[in-house]
């Protein structure tokens, strides 16, 4: 089993910046893949970017030039920097993880934007 839990999400003016984490506990050592999904309200929850136990990093294409996900040096938690927030960026974003145990998510955290 994998356990993932989310912080840093909040209420940010357009414009600025804000660094999501995922925690990653439990069996860490089976997972291959990390990544980010976010979820605008009626909406189909979307993929945002993939971090690979080698470090390999993939972004969609609507978000590349705004988003940076890495992983501390352990490889336990993982980072979704967005940067020049826009109100579209508003949504819950999820953390998953892809092992060989299967896939998990965590509970989300909330990014509002305003404008």
């Known amino acids: 089993q994998v356990q993932l839990v989310e912080s840093g999400g909040g209420l940010v003016q357009a414009g600025g910046s804000l660094r999501l984490s995922c925690a990653a506990s439990g069996s860490i050592f089976s997972i291959n893949t990390m990544g980010w999904y976010r979820q605008a309200p009626g909406k189909q929850r979307k993929w945002v970017a993939t971090?690979?136990?080698?470090?390999?990093?993939n972004y969609a294409d609507s978000v590349k030039v705004r988003i940076t996900i890495s992983r501390d040096n352990t490889g336990n938690t993982v980072y979704l920097q967005i940067n020049s927030l826009k109100a579209e960026d508003t949504a819950v974003y999820y953390c998953n993880a892809i092992s060989t145990l299967g896939a998990y998510w965590g509970q989300g955290t909330q990014v509002t934007v305003s404008s």
């Open positions: 971090i690979t136990s080698g470090a390999s990093t």
